[in-house]
């Protein structure tokens, strides 16, 4: 039985896209429903997206933000007021045109993010520099009519959390962008053990109405990339879109200056596809809903029940603990929790309860160790903290393993066929046709312009051989 | 100012329904949109919602209901596969008829609620006895296209959570039915300081599609109840129309037993016209955004903005306190903060801090006690445990007072011509004619019927005369 299981999961090499998807199924994460390309999201998969809020819900609140909740319908006429934001997103909308058998003097849209009601609401309360900033936030969910939908990681509706914050200056809602995608770059490291790449996205990448684009982008275990969330700097061009103005100290009337910023349930899919591994999943221990499973062996032995009992009760006030006393056999339960991720595994058997203690096994590199019940605590605690930083290590050293410097376009796609995919870095003189040329004739596009590193001298753009302005992260995409 | 602001509000007995939507607006709980009978809920607002959630999510999981969620849309089809469902809803849902550009295949409507959609995933998941029962809960925002609609009343869209119970057996059913019904009536009690009527609604007044429908309806400050929860049961009638089946013990298929029960954003309503006063909102402390504010009095005094800080460091592990510096005039201070409904004010003054204390103010009786800095967070918490109990009496003592026990129509007209409005207990034969009867001739409706009074041998229905069957509550309804 514990056998076939793990055999129900494709492997990794043999398809991956198919690998994620028998994730995504038999780890019970979600269920496909009658209504196509949306999802739905089941107690263990919501559990992660649950865990993911805490956190993040307390980083923000920790940087002044607060949350509100706009209604989830944009009228048409709201949605057409700043020009390139609904010629963004007009394609991609889901269209509300009854109510009953009544039919609406106005469609409205399902929104597929907030901007435009965000707006309309700033332009109603704020009318002096007293009023700003306000750093708001939402947790809702969002419709976009995608042609082809993938569990997580595009699908018609999904789950997200949407900053809005508007200021006073340019300056501080440049730092404001700039501070939040560290918060989600930061976040990652930290709770997801998934090192991202900090970037800003070129002019052609960038999210419809917004002055500049910023995101982080990590490396999936098949060399493609996947943008793991956004930061957006807006000016003032929304202010002026919806008449949006503050009076300032000096009683003159000025445009205030927006962001906004997001992360969605895609995360879950980036945990999948960067931890995962051919028996399931691999679970960060920050997000992980079961953080430590008990599991008695040689249950019906005298005493080993009782024992598992009373761990489970010494452990449950300090992690998410669960104890299975089900009649499946040890091996079953052992396959099953390794393909839920669940970090940290606890064996007790009669000849471990002699030696006095039981064995922890971890599930990112399958190591065993024994230990004393006394001290059990600590061992856990300890544990969890060894699976977040080999988890990250193991990530890390993916992403520096595939991320290649190249120099020319023939460097590109011989680096490429020679070591698989991954995140290319070339410099890129920043014009619009070099951008798409290098996509067409590699197969990579760019992710996003490095933050950190900048062009030399004598670097030349990967394409046109001309002067470089950026160096650019390339890659293929989710 | 401070006078300014408190004229503001109406008066509640000037104005009811003015004075209602007053606070809404002033304490900054909602604001319009033009998204026509939809709101946006307000940082002040959403975090009294998220309160809410924070203590119910937790009773929700001590019983054993994990969080899921469900796609927003519903097809056409699914949503017509219970036929008395879909008549109660369909003449009330958002269809949602074009993609981008394209039209769809088959509308969807935006939920109106969920029973349909968990019905289908039901039917995807559930094989064998094994598989149950399934405690499910989710917290999402609804769509019900109503015709007037008022801020957390009755809007198109509202935030609510919906429980979704599946068992082998229909007593099994029940008893989570009942449970449910219970802990919403606790939770109002022990966290809204606010007692409620617990009752079963009559046939005419079910839930579309449920076998029976309990509710507990609270009485509002105007004399009409307000519904502020719902706990159905639904026997196997939507096992049936989705054709959910289950193999039992002894291998027969079988079909399941369902509840549903929900409680929304109504309930800030309920808190807002159950305590509120002339002064505006008066806030249970369980959920209060803010539970004790601090204000410095002559803050220009040496010393006193530090104690201010000071008491502010000691404070803020154990509740949410808000330090209020601004250079707003104290007499200012007091009445936003009264307005919004802070339920404890401590004033710090430099005659209080030469005594060597503070003074400490409870909103729902406009009390002061001077209390020394020693013992200061044992004074705090006892005040809001004062303020919560307060609250719960002065609520108690109102519907004690207008609840009535009536004989006849005549009795009812006059009794309620004489005390006001209020609930009506009066029995009934169960006659839907006689019901009718009774809210045409008295304009008071069924409410729910007791759950704890039986109609003697000689009481009679007070419409026909005839054989009584119930005890019911009636009243005007909101």
Known sequence: MAEKLVKEITSMDEDFAKWYTDICKKAELIEYSSVKGCMV???????????????????????GHENVCMPMFIPESLLNKEKEHVEGFAPEVAWVTHGGDEKLEERLCVRPTSETLFCEHYSNIIHSYRDLPKLYNQWVSVVRWEKTTRPFLRSREFLWQEGHTI????????????RMLN????????????????????????FAGAVSTYAIEALMHDGKALQAGTSHYFGDGFAKAFDIQFSDRDNVRRYPHQTSWGVSTRLIGAIIMAHGDDSGLVLPPDVAPIQA????????????????????????????????????SPGWKFSEYEMKGVPVRIEIGPRDIEKGGCVIATRHDGQKTFVPFEGLEQAVKDALRRVHDGMYDKALDNLNRHTYSCT?????????????????????????????????????????????????????????????????????AY
């Open 183 to 206: 918060l989600y770059a930061d976040f990652c490291r930290e709770n997801l053990a998934m090192p991202v790449i900090k970037g800003q996205k070129t002019e052609s990448d960038k």
């Open 293 to 328: 499973v008990i599991i008695p062996v040689a249950a019906h032995k005298p005493g080993v029940t009782e024992k598992a009992v009373q761990i489970d009760g010494i452990l449950k006030d300090s992690f998410r603990v669960k104890l299975d006393l089900s009649d499946n």
């Open 41 to 63: 999201v089941r107690p263990y998969g919501y559990a992660i997206w649950e865990n993911i809020q805490k956190i993040l819900d307390a980083r923000f609140k920790q940087t």
């Open 408 to 476: 020319d376009m023939q460097d590109i796609t011989r680096t490429l066929e020679q070591n698989g995919d991954g995140f290319v870095k070339a410099p890129w003189c920043g014009s619009e046709e070099c951008e798409d040329k290098v996509k067409e004739q590699t197969g990579v596009g760019s992710r996003c312009i490095s933050l950190t590193d900048s062009p030399s001298e004598t670097d030349r753009c990967v394409c046109c051989g001309k002067h470089a302005e950026h160096i650019v992260y390339w890659g293929k």
């Open 167 to 178: 200021h006073q200056t340019a300056e501080e809602a440049i730092a404001e962008t700039e």
